[in-house]
């Protein structure tokens, strides 16, 4: 059973579509990069993933389980506003969250919260830091002992410290668990690190789903000039275009022409690729 | 579960409780203080009875102008007790989850959206249905010790002295809690909630009052014309009166005007038997009034109470289902 599997899922706000005809698979183990523009339909996806938005049409599984209406057991989730209760203290909340919980595990909270440096268990949580709150909402997700874990935007708000400190707690569960993980991020650098599948997201639908390497691998970046671009063959992504050289991304692209410079593309530049295409759509 | 709820509701559960402290504080020492002067002034047999006497004797006099204000801002506190629950435990309840988001953290827990709202409801309306009843019942045992030279003299369907007996204030309570947990609900916003909940229940305590008395059956008293039916002079609560013409059914109130007015001629100061005699021959013989007697008062407590209690269930009903549909 594949821990989360989409079928032509679509969200509608009042006219816009936030998310629409999304349908994919990701497999058991996988660490999946969520990426997207702003407004794309990411947190949207994850939502609906989590059970707590109701999806307009198709719709999402969680180990074979439809999730509208309610968050499967196997699942965690992290939400953008990182909802806590901000009058508890630290040690309150692990209490609380662990009493609305079947299956917990307080000592699995104690030792990620050990693992971060400065969180006082007697703190309100409200009186925490962003970056710290983001850390002890993530705690509380893993005592949940879940198969699926679902984060939205995890390292936000985080200084480069606690974003090592927290990539390297999820890399942890994933090796000591084998949770799959589905984590939304505009830091592509980091993501790199620790996802090996990607899944984006633009206007609502789905452009490129797969393993990071192999995508990477179907994908080419062609930096010729910029007056004769007719021997190139491949899907063209986008384009830079200066008065002396046009930088192509192009998919499934046939063999470099003569007089271009092919190079497969890091995850940064595919991403700002699909990115830029996306913004010169809209335009 | 509980305890998350109970943790969550603490500083309006402190406040009940330290509401329920000082507010019995404040009754206990008004009560020994009133009693001590009912007993310095000799007006202990004044408390029971309604004698001649007590209405002109210059010490109940003054006993009244003393204390008719503090008794009346006693009951006061038991009339807007329901409503202010209502306003700030009821209304913010869910509607405070939803706008700050937190409703998310029990919503993705193992717990079910209908556990959470139980528990929630539990905790947040059984402490204040207690403080309520607690201190209804000692507003009653200090209006009690006043007897007849209090409030209570006006009976048990006197406006205020109903709103604040037997189960009424528990029924206004679930409903103006229900109010403000549904609209809270559907609206997400607390402050829109609350002002709801003020006016759904202002307005149907106004519409209200009279549907209870007219849903009951009511008894007739008839007299011959010239005497006064007791139940308009004792507490009973009157829902018509007038004259009976000959085959018993009451006449138009504009008739009876113009028999009336026709009579006023024969009226002398010296009696009234001629008048009384005008009124028979104009077909004015017999005076009748329709009235609930105040020993039935419970009855109307009862009717009151599952008519706010309906509404009650159904908005709370509501409320689960619109959590169950919350996205």
Known sequence: ?283 | MIWVSWRRQRPQLITLLAMLVVGAGVVVLLRSSMLDSITSSGLTECVTRTTQECSTNKSAGDFRAEWSTRLQLGQAAIIFLPVLIGLFIGAPLFARELEQGTHVLAFTQSVSRTRWMLSKLVVALVPALVVLIALQYLVWWWLTTAGVMGPRVNGSFQVFNFGIEHVSPVAYTLFAFAVGAFVGVVTRRTLVAMIVTLGAFTVLRFALFDVVTRVMTTQREVVTSGLSPTASRDASLVISQGYLDAAGQPIAPDKVGAAVQACKATWTPEGQQEYVACLAKSDLGRRYADFIPESQAWQAHLVDASIYGALAVLLLVGTGWALRRQS
């Open chain 1, 1 to 283: 059973m594949n821990p989360l599997t989409a079928t032509a899922v679509g969200k509608r706000y009042r006219s816009r579509w936030a998310v629409r005809d999304c349908s994919f698979t990701i497999p058991e183990g996988k660490v999946v990069a969520l990426v997207g523009p702003n407004g794309a339909g990411k947190s949207t996806l994850l939502g609906m993933a989590a059970g707590i938005v109701r999806p307009t049409t198709g719709g999402l599984s969680a180990f074979g389980t439809p999730t509208a209406g309610r968050t499967h057991p196997d699942v965690s989730y992290l939400g953008q506003n990182r909802s806590l209760y901000h009058d508890l203290t630290v040690r309150e909340l692990t209490r609380a969250v662990g009493s609305m919980n079947d299956r917990w595990s307080t000592d699995r909270v104690h030792e990620v919260l050990g693992l971060l440096t400065g969180v006082d268990h007697d703190a309100k949580v409200g009186t925490l830091s962003a970056g710290t709150r983001t850390q002890v909402a993530i705690a509380m997700a893993l005592g949940r002992l879940p198969r699926l874990l679902l984060l939205d935007e995890p390292l936000s708000d985080l200084d480069p410290l606690a974003r090592d400190e927290t990539l390297r707690i999820i890399m942890t569960e994933v090796a000591d668990r084998g949770t799959t993980v589905v984590m939304s991020s505009h830091l592509l650098t980091d993501l790199r690190e620790v996802c090996d599948h990607i899944l984006l997201v633009d206007e609502g639908r789905v452009q490129v789903d797969g393993d990071i390497e192999e995508v990477l691998a179907r994908h080419r970046i062609l930096v010729g000039p910029a007056a004769d671009e007719s021997s190139v063959e491949g899907t063209l992504v986008s384009a830079t275009r200066t008065a002396r050289q046009s930088t192509l991304l192009l998919r499934e692209a046939a063999p470099t022409p003569k007089g271009w410079e092919g190079t497969e593309p890091d995850l940064e530049s595919l991403v700002m690729g699909y990115l830029r295409a996306s913004r010169e759509r809209r335009r």
